[in-house]
């Protein structure tokens, strides 16, 4: 059953730093990962997705890469701003099986002090 | 503007009754989805539907039942058999199943007392 890990828990940086977070994944035989910004007591917001056959992608100043034989993702993201301040979720969506839907990691709390 | 719409917001139910939440698309997608979020926990599957007239299971299905009579909703109905209802409750929609990226309304928070 695939698993998806997230480090850290929770993120506390000043304004300006640029950041990376972590999502880890136990089975490598995924369609795509996507990552999404989850703001306090609302949805989901899309905010990358790779594609399996993908290394990485950017958007703005948040690039997401991936290394699915090591099963692995990471969000930089660039001159952080109070604004980032939110969850960021990780999900991989499997492939094969005919089972659809995303699994999710339990997110990292990012804070980002003005 | 398009997007997906969940309603209501809050909801508020006793115990033993059953409850439906509603979820509607102005997407064009054909699949669609239930998670449900618990606070410290990842959020998990409970159904799916990847085209009108068919659903399948997620990893949580048991005490919830959902329909899909028609290709922009799928509500779902939180039965009295689910122990522990509590919880938000969050509708995506990709425009297919697979490899599609997945879209998300603003979600429903169900509190049973």
């Known amino acids: 059953k695939q698993e998806v890990t997230q480090i850290p828990a929770a993120l506390s940086v000043p304004e300006g730093e640029n950041l990376v977070l972590n999502c880890s994944f136990t089975d490598s035989a995924i369609y795509n990962l996507q990552w999404f910004r989850q703001d306090p007591g609302k949805g989901l917001t899309s905010l990358l997705l790779?594609?399996?056959?993908?290394r990485e992608q950017t958007s703005g100043r948040l690039n997401a890469s991936l290394d699915k034989s090591s099963g692995r993702s990471t969000l930089y993201i660039a001159a952080s701003q109070p604004g980032d301040s939110a969850t960021y979720l990780c999900?991989?969506?499997?492939?094969?099986?005919?089972?659809?839907?995303?699994?999710f990691g339990k997110g990292t709390h990012l804070i980002i002090q003005p | 503007d398009g997007g997906i719409t969940q309603s209501p917001k809050y909801l508020f139910r006793k115990e033993g009754q059953n409850v439906t939440l509603s979820c509607e698309q102005n997407l064009n997608h054909d699949a669609m989805y239930w998670y449900r979020q618990d606070p410290g926990q990842g959020l998990r599957l409970i159904y799916y539907s990847q085209i009108v007239n068919d659903f399948q299971k997620g990893d949580i299905a048991e005490g919830y039942s959902v329909s899909r009579e028609k290709k922009e909703s799928f509500p779902l109905t939180v039965t009295s058999a689910q122990k522990n209802p509590t919880a938000f409750y969050l509708c995506?929609?990709?425009?297919?199943?697979?490899?599609?990226?997945?879209?998300f309304g603003p979600g429903t928070r169900l509190t049973v007392t």
């Open positions: 790779i594609q399996s056959s993908q």
């Open positions: 999900a991989v969506r499997l492939s094969g099986g005919g089972a659809d839907g995303l699994t």
């Open positions: 995506a929609s990709s425009r297919l199943a697979g490899g599609y990226e997945q879209y």
